[in-house]
């Protein structure tokens, strides 16, 4: 049974990393499912047995529909992930951030690069970035409060 899904929701990113392993980058666009499309593709994938869905890209934050994909994800009683380089947040998007059920993962880390995915089969325990002290010295360097 489906567990977790990445939501793949663009291929825009601000930045233009050699290892990048989508090919993401500022010529990136966000494809062509609409935003219905995606609601349907997250409402299918609850119904598949996703407890928790992942949005990724390309920079998940430059699309313009994030955060009512998010709130429509949260509806479906899915946790969620917002997989993020963090290079530009709205205070929207920090908003978003906020939401109960949702919790955003920085892609770097502030010693380098993260390649942290969690397994889709893996635990679902206390060490998850969300609780870690190191995701709150994240969230107390960069949120504003
Ligand atoms: S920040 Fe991530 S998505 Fe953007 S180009 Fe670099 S590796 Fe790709």
């Known amino acids: 049974m489906l567990d977790f899904a990445w939501w793949e929701i663009t291929g825009k990113c601000q930045l233009a990393c050699d290892h990048c392993y989508a090919s993401s980058g500022p010529e990136g666009t966000h494809g062509s499912l609409s935003v219905a499309d995606w609601r349907r593709v997250i409402t299918q994938t609850r119904e598949a047995g996703a407890r928790m869905g992942q949005f990724i890209g390309g920079e998940p934050t430059l699309h313009p529909a994030l955060p009512q994909l998010v709130q429509h994800a949260l509806s479906t009683d899915m946790e969620v992930e917002i997989y993020t380089n963090l ?7 920090w908003e978003t951030f906020r939401l109960p059920g949702s919790v955003w993962r920085p892609r770097t880390t502030p010693t380098g690069p993260t390649n ?11 060490s998850r970035p969300r609780t870690s002290p190191a995701r709150k010295s994240w969230v107390s360097r960069f949120a504003p409060t």
């Not at 290079?87 to 998007?93: A, S, W």
């Not at 942290?116 to 206390?126: D, I, L």
């Open 87 to 93: 290079v530009h947040v709205t205070p929207e998007m």
């Open 116 to 126: 942290t995915r969690r397994s889709p089969s893996g635990p679902r325990s206390e």
